[in-house]
Nanobody, 119 residues
Framework: QVQLVESGGGLVQAGGSLRLSCAAS????????MGWFRQAPGKEREFVAA????????TYADSVKGRFTISRDNAKNTVYLQMNSLKPEDTAVYYC????????????WGQGTQVTVSS
């Protein structure tokens, strides 16, 4: 059974940094695409960043380009989202997700971790 468990959220001042972690288990993810999404209060869930577990091109939402970086640690089976220069508008619940490479549907989701950026 696939499990994605996020951690690392919290309260930070504008301009600060946080690193979110997504511990993945239940199968080998080498052929999976891993992503981060977020949902702010009253808004729809939106894409933040994604990459193939095995490497290759990473993609980012325009709103986070140059500030956020998605990476993974094979030994720890963990995907990270390094968030720098945080803004109040980055405040949201952040979710980790996984899908089979080539699929259009994100099949697996974590429970989310809250990020709050104060001004």
């Amino acid at each position: 059974q696939v499990q994605l468990v996020e951690s690392g959220g919290g309260l930070v001042q504008a301009g600060g940094s946080l690193r979110l972690s997504c511990a993945a288990s239940g199968r080998t993810f080498s052929s999976y695409r891993m992503g981060w999404f977020r949902q702010a209060p009253g808004k729809e869930r939106e894409f933040v960043a994604a990459r193939m577990w095995s490497g290759g091109i990473t993609t980012y939402a325009d709103s986070v380009k140059g500030r956020f970086t998605i990476s993974r640690d094979n030994a720890k089976n963990t995907v990270y989202l390094q968030m720098n220069s945080l803004k109040p508008e980055d405040t949201a619940v952040y979710y980790c997700a996984a899908r089979i490479g080539g699929s259009n549907r994100w099949d697996y989701w974590g429970q989310g971790t809250q990020v709050t950026v104060s001004s």
